[in-house]
Protein backbone atom coordinates (compact mmCIF):
# COMPACT_ATOMS: atom_id res chain seq x y z
CA UNK A 1 0.00 0.00 0.00
CA UNK A 2 1.15 3.27 -0.48
CA UNK A 3 1.41 6.04 2.16
CA UNK A 4 2.11 9.96 1.96
CA UNK A 5 2.81 11.45 4.96
CA UNK A 6 2.94 15.24 6.11
CA UNK A 7 4.08 15.24 9.45
CA UNK A 8 4.71 18.58 9.92
CA UNK A 9 1.03 20.07 11.09
CA UNK A 10 1.85 23.79 11.42
CA UNK A 11 5.10 25.59 11.12
CA UNK A 12 5.68 29.04 12.14
CA UNK A 13 8.85 31.45 10.48
CA UNK A 14 9.52 34.89 10.95
CA UNK A 15 9.83 37.03 7.54
CA UNK A 16 13.67 36.37 5.63
CA UNK A 17 14.08 33.28 7.44
CA UNK A 18 14.21 29.45 5.56
CA UNK A 19 11.70 26.82 5.87
CA UNK A 20 11.76 23.49 4.55
CA UNK A 21 8.28 21.25 4.49
CA UNK A 22 8.92 17.83 4.77
CA UNK A 23 7.48 14.74 3.12
CA UNK A 24 7.53 11.19 3.22
CA UNK A 25 5.63 9.14 0.12
CA UNK A 26 6.16 5.41 1.15
CA UNK A 27 5.44 2.73 -1.96
CA UNK A 28 7.07 -0.30 -3.74
CA UNK A 29 6.43 1.09 -7.07
CA UNK A 30 9.65 2.39 -8.77
CA UNK A 31 8.66 4.80 -10.78
CA UNK A 32 6.03 7.44 -9.37
CA UNK A 33 5.87 11.41 -9.64
CA UNK A 34 5.82 13.55 -6.58
CA UNK A 35 4.25 17.03 -7.03
CA UNK A 36 3.74 19.99 -4.18
CA UNK A 37 0.91 22.41 -4.58
CA UNK A 38 -0.03 25.55 -2.42
CA UNK A 39 -3.12 26.71 -1.19
CA UNK A 40 -3.18 30.44 -0.03
CA UNK A 41 -6.08 31.45 2.20
CA UNK A 42 -8.11 32.42 -0.73
CA UNK A 43 -8.61 28.90 -1.64
CA UNK A 44 -7.13 27.55 -4.66
CA UNK A 45 -4.34 25.01 -5.18
CA UNK A 46 -1.44 26.23 -7.35
CA UNK A 47 1.30 23.88 -8.70
CA UNK A 48 4.43 24.34 -7.26
CA UNK A 49 7.04 21.11 -8.70
CA UNK A 50 7.14 18.21 -9.84
CA UNK A 51 9.54 15.36 -9.30
CA UNK A 52 10.38 12.17 -11.01
CA UNK A 53 11.32 9.01 -8.98
CA UNK A 54 14.10 8.25 -11.26
CA UNK A 55 15.99 11.38 -10.80
CA UNK A 56 17.21 12.31 -7.58
CA UNK A 57 19.06 15.69 -8.62
CA UNK A 58 18.45 18.51 -6.21
CA UNK A 59 16.69 21.32 -8.35
CA UNK A 60 16.90 25.02 -7.30
CA UNK A 61 14.25 27.91 -8.67
CA UNK A 62 14.53 31.56 -7.38
CA UNK A 63 13.59 30.99 -3.84
CA UNK A 64 12.48 27.35 -4.17
CA UNK A 65 14.28 24.21 -3.74
CA UNK A 66 13.31 20.61 -3.44
CA UNK A 67 15.34 17.62 -2.04
CA UNK A 68 14.63 14.12 -3.05
CA UNK A 69 15.64 10.89 -1.51
CA UNK A 70 14.61 7.51 -2.96
CA UNK A 71 16.24 5.80 0.02
CA UNK A 72 14.22 7.14 2.48
CA UNK A 73 11.35 7.92 0.44
CA UNK A 74 11.47 11.55 1.28
CA UNK A 75 10.72 14.76 -1.02
CA UNK A 76 11.41 17.95 0.87
CA UNK A 77 10.75 21.47 -0.30
CA UNK A 78 12.45 24.77 0.80
CA UNK A 79 11.78 28.24 0.47
CA UNK A 80 15.16 29.96 0.99
CA UNK A 81 14.50 33.65 2.53
CA UNK A 82 10.69 33.21 3.31
CA UNK A 83 8.15 36.21 2.93
CA UNK A 84 4.70 37.12 4.00
CA UNK A 85 2.70 35.69 1.01
CA UNK A 86 4.17 32.52 1.30
CA UNK A 87 1.91 31.56 4.24
CA UNK A 88 -0.33 28.98 2.91
CA UNK A 89 -1.12 25.12 3.48
CA UNK A 90 1.32 23.51 1.25
CA UNK A 91 0.66 20.10 0.02
CA UNK A 92 2.32 17.19 -1.28
CA UNK A 93 0.90 14.66 -3.58
CA UNK A 94 2.07 11.40 -5.62
CA UNK A 95 1.22 10.08 -8.67
CA UNK A 96 1.69 6.75 -10.30
CA UNK A 97 1.52 4.93 -13.08
CA UNK A 98 -1.70 2.81 -11.63
CA UNK A 99 -3.09 5.37 -10.03
CA UNK A 100 -3.11 8.68 -12.36
CA UNK A 101 -5.13 10.89 -9.66
CA UNK A 102 -3.21 13.07 -6.93
CA UNK A 103 -2.92 11.45 -3.69
CA UNK A 104 -2.92 14.57 -1.25
CA UNK A 105 -1.11 14.29 1.97
CA UNK A 106 -2.32 16.13 4.87
CA UNK A 107 -0.77 19.33 4.81
CA UNK A 108 1.55 21.54 6.22
CA UNK A 109 0.29 25.26 7.73
CA UNK A 110 2.86 27.74 6.96
CA UNK A 111 3.03 30.80 8.33
CA UNK A 112 5.36 33.64 7.49
CA UNK A 113 5.10 36.30 10.58
CA UNK A 114 6.34 39.53 9.15
CA UNK B 1 -4.93 32.08 -13.05
CA UNK B 2 -4.91 28.75 -14.14
CA UNK B 3 -6.86 29.06 -17.14
CA UNK B 4 -9.46 26.23 -15.42
CA UNK B 5 -12.86 28.06 -14.94
CA UNK B 6 -14.94 26.45 -12.36
CA UNK B 7 -19.01 28.03 -11.68
CA UNK B 8 -20.60 28.74 -9.42
CA UNK B 9 -18.40 30.05 -6.76
CA UNK B 10 -20.44 29.53 -3.66
CA UNK B 11 -23.37 27.62 -3.70
CA UNK B 12 -25.68 27.15 -0.77
CA UNK B 13 -28.56 24.60 -0.50
CA UNK B 14 -30.64 22.57 1.33
CA UNK B 15 -30.64 18.43 2.30
CA UNK B 16 -32.09 16.74 -0.18
CA UNK B 17 -31.75 18.93 -3.20
CA UNK B 18 -29.86 18.38 -6.32
CA UNK B 19 -26.93 20.68 -7.65
CA UNK B 20 -24.98 20.36 -10.93
CA UNK B 21 -20.96 22.07 -10.71
CA UNK B 22 -19.82 22.93 -13.56
CA UNK B 23 -15.83 23.19 -15.04
CA UNK B 24 -14.14 24.44 -18.02
CA UNK B 25 -10.77 23.02 -18.45
CA UNK B 26 -7.33 24.75 -19.61
CA UNK B 27 -7.57 25.36 -23.74
CA UNK B 28 -6.45 22.00 -24.85
CA UNK B 29 -6.37 19.59 -22.03
CA UNK B 30 -8.45 16.91 -22.42
CA UNK B 31 -8.50 15.48 -19.01
CA UNK B 32 -10.76 17.03 -15.71
CA UNK B 33 -10.20 15.83 -12.56
CA UNK B 34 -12.51 16.12 -10.09
CA UNK B 35 -11.96 16.47 -5.94
CA UNK B 36 -13.28 17.17 -2.89
CA UNK B 37 -11.93 18.83 0.27
CA UNK B 38 -13.75 18.92 3.69
CA UNK B 39 -12.50 19.19 7.09
CA UNK B 40 -12.35 16.15 8.25
CA UNK B 41 -11.30 13.90 5.25
CA UNK B 42 -8.75 15.89 3.69
CA UNK B 43 -8.40 16.11 -0.30
CA UNK B 44 -10.09 13.33 -1.80
CA UNK B 45 -10.07 12.48 -5.57
CA UNK B 46 -13.54 11.55 -7.08
CA UNK B 47 -13.26 10.63 -10.86
CA UNK B 48 -11.52 11.59 -13.72
CA UNK B 49 -12.79 12.23 -17.67
CA UNK B 50 -10.32 12.06 -20.28
CA UNK B 51 -11.80 13.00 -23.73
CA UNK B 52 -15.39 12.25 -22.88
CA UNK B 53 -14.68 9.25 -21.22
CA UNK B 54 -14.26 8.14 -17.50
CA UNK B 55 -11.09 7.01 -16.61
CA UNK B 56 -10.37 6.82 -13.20
CA UNK B 57 -12.61 6.70 -10.14
CA UNK B 58 -12.11 7.49 -6.33
CA UNK B 59 -13.92 7.93 -3.58
CA UNK B 60 -17.33 8.75 -5.18
CA UNK B 61 -20.13 8.47 -3.38
CA UNK B 62 -23.55 7.19 -5.55
CA UNK B 63 -25.15 10.29 -5.42
CA UNK B 64 -22.64 11.91 -7.20
CA UNK B 65 -22.31 11.55 -10.98
CA UNK B 66 -20.35 13.47 -13.63
CA UNK B 67 -19.84 13.82 -17.11
CA UNK B 68 -17.23 15.33 -19.78
CA UNK B 69 -19.19 16.93 -23.03
CA UNK B 70 -17.67 17.05 -26.60
CA UNK B 71 -16.43 20.32 -26.18
CA UNK B 72 -14.65 18.76 -22.98
CA UNK B 73 -16.27 20.74 -20.52
CA UNK B 74 -17.76 18.28 -17.24
CA UNK B 75 -20.41 18.63 -14.82
CA UNK B 76 -20.36 17.29 -11.45
CA UNK B 77 -23.66 16.45 -10.11
CA UNK B 78 -24.94 15.91 -6.55
CA UNK B 79 -28.18 14.52 -5.28
CA UNK B 80 -29.83 13.74 -2.33
CA UNK B 81 -27.53 15.95 -0.88
CA UNK B 82 -26.55 15.58 3.17
CA UNK B 83 -24.84 18.02 5.68
CA UNK B 84 -21.82 15.79 4.98
CA UNK B 85 -21.99 16.80 1.37
CA UNK B 86 -20.47 20.61 2.61
CA UNK B 87 -17.44 21.17 0.92
CA UNK B 88 -14.90 22.56 -1.52
CA UNK B 89 -15.54 20.83 -4.81
CA UNK B 90 -12.46 21.61 -7.14
CA UNK B 91 -11.58 20.46 -10.71
CA UNK B 92 -8.34 19.97 -12.50
CA UNK B 93 -7.34 19.53 -16.10
CA UNK B 94 -4.44 17.66 -16.94
CA UNK B 95 -3.21 17.99 -20.88
CA UNK B 96 -3.47 13.59 -21.48
CA UNK B 97 -4.13 12.50 -17.70
CA UNK B 98 -0.94 10.59 -17.79
CA UNK B 99 0.74 10.22 -13.63
CA UNK B 100 3.64 12.76 -15.11
CA UNK B 101 1.26 15.78 -16.17
CA UNK B 102 0.43 18.66 -14.10
CA UNK B 103 -2.68 19.17 -12.99
CA UNK B 104 -3.69 22.77 -12.89
CA UNK B 105 -6.83 23.37 -10.62
CA UNK B 106 -9.69 25.83 -10.80
CA UNK B 107 -10.81 28.31 -7.73
CA UNK B 108 -13.49 25.44 -6.54
CA UNK B 109 -17.04 25.68 -6.22
CA UNK B 110 -17.68 25.97 -2.10
CA UNK B 111 -21.15 24.03 -1.29
CA UNK B 112 -23.02 24.63 2.36
CA UNK B 113 -25.97 22.37 2.76
CA UNK B 114 -28.30 23.46 5.18
Known amino acids: AQKVTQAQTEISVVEKEDVTLDCVYE???????LFWYKQPPSGELVFLIR??????QNEISGRYSWNFQKSTSSFNFTITASQVVDSAVYFC???????????FGSGTQLTVLP | DSGVTQTPKHLITATGQRVTLRCSPR?????VYWYQQSLDQGLQFLIQ???????AKGNILERFSAQQFPDLHSELNLSSLELGDSALYFC?????????????FGPGTRLTVL
Open chain 2, 92 to 104: ASSSSGREYNEQF
Open chain 1, 27 to 33: TRDTTYY
Open chain 1, 51 to 56: RNSFDE
Open chain 1, 93 to 103: APTRESARQLT
Open chain 2, 27 to 31: SGDLS
Open chain 2, 49 to 55: YYNGEER
